[in-house]
Each structure stands twice: as structure tokens, then as C-alpha cells.
């Protein structure tokens, strides 16, 4: 029942580095494929980055292939993103979320969302 916690946002320059983090305290997070998304001021909610229960199967967006690794660590409730090359056009708030179904792309699929870390990229 308890909110996922994201950390890690912040501001960085274009080409720099970002790793976001995902916990969930107090519960069993391996039971649960999970997801990240970003949402911009004005925008819909984007899909990112989709991982399953045991990390073996993943999905990016296209804007971020190759640049965006997600990953988790069970033992530790924590999914990550780490970002390389970002880019202005990264910039918003990104969310994580936990789902049933294995690599939901669309965010109507997670029934669990964090409040969000604010990520910023400057030209």
C-alpha cells in the first residue's frame, strides 16, 4: 500500500549523467514487474523504461535507447535508471510504478506510482 520513492533527480548539463532510484519500503517489490515514465509541464505521461520480476526482460522508449539502462536489485526493493548523454528535450519529472503484466508500456497497466524526481537538463 506504501508509495514507491524515487531519488536521484537533479540538474545536469546536456551530455552529463543521472541515476534515479526506486524504492519500496515495507514490501516485497520482486513480486512486481516496474516501469519509469516522465512527464513534462503541458504533456502526457511517457513511457521510458520497463523491467520484469527478475530483471531479465527489458523495454526502452526509442528517444532513449541506448542511453537509458534500467535495472534492479531485488534484494535491496530498489529498481534504477541510470541515464547517460541526456539531453534538454529529457527534461521532467520521472515516475516509477509497479505493475502486474510483464512490460506494460502503457502507464494505465501500473497501479502503483511514486511521487516523482524532478530531472533537468540545461543546454
Known amino acids: 500500500q506504501v508509495q514507491l520513492e524515487e531519488s536521484g533527480g537533479g540538474l545536469v548539463q546536456a551530455g552529463g549523467s543521472l541515476r534515479l532510484s526506486c524504492a519500496a519500503p515495507?514490501?516485497?517489490?520482486?513480486?512486481?514487474?516496474a516501469g519509469w515514465f516522465r512527464q513534462a509541464p503541458g504533456k502526457e505521461r511517457e513511457f521510458v523504461a520497463t523491467?520484469?520480476?527478475?530483471?531479465?526482460?527489458?523495454d526502452y522508449a526509442d528517444s532513449v535507447k541506448g542511453r537509458f539502462t534500467i535495472s534492479r536489485d531485488n534484494a535491496k526493493n530498489t529498481v534504477y535508471l541510470q541515464m547517460h548523454s541526456l539531453k534538454p528535450e529529457d527534461t521532467a519529472v520521472y515516475y516509477c510504478?509497479?505493475?502486474?503484466?510483464?512490460?506494460?508500456?502503457?502507464?494505465?497497466?501500473?497501479?502503483?506510482w511514486g511521487q516523482g524526481t524532478q530531472v533537468t537538463v540545461s543546454s
Open positions: 515495507g514490501r516485497l517489490f520482486s513480486d512486481y514487474n
Open positions: 510504478a509497479a505493475a502486474t503484466n510483464q512490460l506494460p508500456r502503457q502507464a494505465s497497466q501500473y497501479f502503483r
Open positions: 523491467i520484469s520480476r527478475k530483471g531479465s526482460l527489458k
